[in-house]
């Protein structure tokens, strides 16, 4: 009997690797899949694709491998400097303030809309006869629109015809559709919505395969000033196009199929797909150890030792904000360390961080950190602080419960669900309030034993990424 086709989309990742929470997923979730379809009773098979709009490639092709492995650290070179592992002060510079710099809309002819009226207005003032140079205008811009119309039509067909082409022997293979084919959309381009959704409406149609749409969270949608303008937008269009043709909808927490339902009803798309809520795993190790490190590695690695630690992108919905005002009402020496990448206004968010009054003597930031690091960050730390204002799961608060470490947390409804779904001790601070932060930064601070050891039956409840890809399988055979 043939193995169903799990075709994995990786058309971010495979464009760009930026260790998204997103792409982790991805990662983690296709690297389970691939495992347990190597198993003697799979009956399935994984396969990475992408999707291609650009240069000479139009449509579905297969990846040769998938792109799972992260990016090496820019420090990895340097690794064992003591100062290395944080972000120098340079690397961020003043953040300048946005400007309107938004022009008129272009007309089909390229110009401001609004010159294109001025121009037509003026035109219907002159005639020569019967010959009127406003309609002559307007039979212009007809004929351009029907000659770009078949522009893009030809250029489609021959992409099409290229595609097909020999090539190159390394060259992508365009993905032959199969009506029994489960297609996972697990990190795919938001702004490519119109083509992406158009192309796939097209094999779909004529393959009727079944569509899965993995929904991370509505905060672009609910909580846009988080997000850059673009973002809002293509994200919007995504999802919008989405209801038409997904035939289910997996949610990475119960929160984020609700905001996928309030979403669907605001803006009157179609409900009737199924919507299921995946099972999020969780495999930090725990096993790490410091010796496994070069001595002079270690050295550098001293201010970890009981800080309180944050973890999480450099972006505005992760509350950083909150973290540096409450430093002004702290008046015990805790150390504070930020892991996290540059994210959505990134650079305004680390020049905040690294030329703050504090920086260097009680607050530190890396921003560029391997995952051997942050697990010996986890395990040296006195405490976890999630101070995000969204977000569609929490799992820095597993992690630190895994090592064994208290939690502070924004009290938001996701960080409850998370709390309450796994049992997990948690110290809530007033939503977003810095003073209220302080005070539980001070408490836990004075408090001589930190450490919350991991219940076995926790550690046995708390699900793996192998639990989160069976979870994918029982949705995939349920609905199949």
Sequence with gaps: MPKTRILFDFSSLSEQNIQTGIQRVARRLYEELHILSNEAEANFEVVPVTYKSSGILQGFFQLPFAPINPPAPKSAAIYNQPLEIFAHPESYSPPIEASDSSQGRKSVLGVNRMATLKLYQALKKISFGIIRLDTL???????????????????????????????????????????????????????????????????????????????????PYFNGDFCHPSIVCSWQNFFTASARLTSCYISISKQSNTELESFLKHENLFQGAPRKVLIMGSDLNTDIKDKSLPPRQLDSHQTLNNCFLVVGTLERRKGHDVLLESL????????????????????????GIVHHLDYGKRLFLIDDCPDDLLQIAYSRCRAVICPSRAEGFGLPLIEAAIKGKKIIANDIPIFREVANDYSLQVDFYANNCPKSLANVITIISKEENNAIEPRASMLKSVPTWRDSAKSVLAILNELR
């Design 137 to 219: 205008f307007l039979g212009l811009i007809s004929l351009y629109r029907s000659a770009r119309v078949l522009f893009f039509k030809l250029k489609r067909s021959l992409l099409i015809l290229l595609n097909q082409l020999p090539l190159s022997g390394n060259r992508l293979n365009p993905i032959k559709f199969k009506r029994s084919d489960q297609l996972i959309l697990a990190d795919t381009p938001w702004e490519q919505a119109h083509s992406f959704w158009g192309e796939l409406g097209i094999r779909q149609k004529k393959y009727s395969f079944q569509i899965y749409t993995i929904f991370y969270d509505a905060i």
């Design 328 to 351: 002004a009402h702290l008046k015990i020496p805790a150390s504070i360390i930020v892991i996290g990448r540059p994210g959505y206004d990134g650079n305004r968010i680390g020049h």
